[in-house]
């Protein structure tokens, strides 16, 4: 059988380079218009422009983080490996496809659940319920082929 590959991550509208540009601009309007408020005896607004400033690059740096997070599912003939990448952190998890199981999600529930061999991965964090219902069903129908594929193996020995 072929192998297939399913890249599920979020939907960033704006790389890090351009969220750099953004703040920065962002930055020079505030500073701009606290240095007015500052010119005319008002230097409270310099404090209140820096510690916003502060949040907003707090806000930056976590979303910035995260702007690359994903889930990379591949099934070859010899493993379903799913590999999990959440801000520096990389996780790889490789399943026997003939022996994993893929826990449908209930309405409302939460991840989709791979099981195989007492080893658990749960995917599907970055998509809506429903498509996270129809991607546990395709699934599923890519990995009963090679339960298929083993159950004829093993008949014809």
């Known amino acids: 059988m072929a192998t297939r590959e399913w890249i599920l991550k979020k939907n ?5 380079r351009q969220l750099a540009k953004a703040y920065a601009a962002l930055c020079m309007a505030s500073f701009l ?68 199981r893929v826990a449908i999600p209930e309405p409302r529930q939460r991840l989709i659940l791979l099981e195989a061999n007492g080893e658990r991965v749960e995917v ?16 599923n129908r890519e990995l009963s082929g090679y339960r298929l594929g083993a159950r004829a193996v093993v008949q014809n020995q």
């Open 33 to 100: 218009v606290a240095a007015y408020f500052v010119m005319h005896g008002a230097w409270v607004v310099m404090v209140f422009a820096v510690l916003e400033m502060f949040a907003v690059a707090a806000a930056f740096i976590y979303f910035g983080r995260h702007a690359m997070d994903r889930e990379c599912i591949s099934l070859s003939e010899a493993e379903l490996r799913v590999d999990l990448v959440q801000a520096e952190q990389s996780l790889s998890f490789h399943l026997d496809p003939r022996r994993t």
């Open 124 to 139: 599907g964090r970055y998509l809506t319920e429903r498509k996270r219902h129809e991607f546990a069903h395709e699934l």
């Open 12 to 16: 960033c509208s704006i790389s890090p």
